[in-house]
């Protein structure tokens, strides 16, 4: 029998399971006890707990029979105008079952939507506001139209805390009667960066293998590289040793590592680096423009050569890199 995956099996199932996300837990339950709810859209990046709060919800406002009076929909699957004329339409226009009031339905990655497909909601979402509400999901609510906006309650959902993921990870492993070392705790904690979904995910690829889990484990099944290896890297290039730091680039690309994991780690981590501000800034820039130069499809070797390269000459030239604040 295959192995159920774990991000689903420990799925919160009520508003009290869900961490991290206090002030949103105790604005739903608020919903629950009146037994009355507005349209909702929730914001914030991946693995935060939006689907879980939604389906969490729908569970204790209907009980036994949620799943009767709730469906879930994935935006980025279906974008178009005539998603909304008809899955969306057709369960609304549905009497609630089960003596509910209302039946919910989810749209997952809403800021996937077209305009034409948003307006087409927004007039869906008022036509059947007596029988019907809305939970939208979205990591950016800037790409949902001011109309839907202010038709809804926002709850703004934030990335979860090192602290909430530790724990939770911990009771996954007493759970699954795994071994983790502190230091392959502090790698997934590191590689999650706030998303649950992500650590747990990491977690059961690592506990897959054999032996226990350490840091070196994490980092391999999930082809990314630590924050201080990456700082090595930049170091390298900072004492002008261009070949050195780019042979450690090249380990790090052939083992998987994604240019943009690099990128987004030394933009993170600038500000340790002990140089002036305007190198800072000028460094910054450059990062940008390799992220943007390889989403636009440059080669990523090259691009990520050719910002090691500008730091290593600023650096072995006695620049303004190296000279501190």
């Known amino acids: 029998m295959m192995e159920e995956i774990w991000v689903e099996k420990y799925r919160p199932r009520r508003l009290d399971e869900i961490i991290g996300q206090e002030s949103v837990v105790s604005r739903l339950k ?19 707990g939006k689907t879980a709060a939604a389906i969490a919800l729908t569970r204790e406002l209907f009980g036994d029979l949620w799943h009767e009076n709730f469906v879930e929909l994935n935006a980025s699957d279906e974008r178009g105008i005539e998603t909304v004329r008809t899955k969306i339409k057709t369960f609304a226009r549905l009497a609630p079952r089960g003596g509910a009031d209302f039946k919910i339905i989810f749209l997952d990655e809403s800021d996937s ?9 927004r007039r869906t979402m008022e036509q059947y506001s007596a ?8 990591n950016y609510s800037s790409k949902i139209i001011e ?8 709850f703004r959902f934030k990335p979860l805390d090192e602290k909430d993921i530790r724990e939770r990870i911990k009771e996954i492993a007493d759970e699954e009667r795994v071994t983790i070392t502190p230091e392959g705790l502090d790698a997934i904690c590191e590689v999650a960066r706030g998303d649950m979904r992500r ?27 630590s924050s ?32 943009g994991e690099i990128l987004d780690i030394l933009s993170r981590r ?11 800034i000028e460094l910054m820039e450059r990062i940008g ?37």
Do not use: W
């Not at 939507?113 to 909601?121: C, N, P, R, V």
């Not at 840091?215 to 099944?221: D, G, L, N």
């Open 147 to 154: 109309p839907i906006q202010s038709r809804c309650a926002i």
């Open 289 to 325: 423009e390799a992220d943007f130069r390889i989403s636009e499809g440059a080669n990523e070797r090259l691009q990520m050569e050719a910002l090691i390269a500008y730091v290593s000459l600023k650096g072995g030239n006695g620049g303004s890199i190296g000279k501190g604040r």
């Open 113 to 121: 939507l077209t305009d034409a497909a948003q307006s087409a909601l």
């Open 131 to 138: 029988t019907c509400r809305f939970i939208l999901s979205c």
């Open 30 to 48: 608020s919903y629950v006890k009146e037994r009355r709810l507005p349209h909702l859209l929730f914001s914030g990046p991946p693995g935060v």
């Open 199 to 225: 650590a747990i995910n990491a977690l059961q690829s690592a506990a897959a293998l054999e032996g226990e889990i350490d840091r070196e484990k994490i980092y391999e099944i999930t082809a990314t590289v």
């Open 228 to 259: 201080s290896d990456v700082m090595k890297l930049i170091n390298l290039a900072l004492e002008g040793g261009f070949e050195d730091a780019r042979r450690k680039l090249s380990e790090f690309l052939d083992r998987g590592v994604s240019s």
């Open 270 to 280: 600038i500000f340790d680096i002990p140089i002036s501000d305007q190198m800072k």
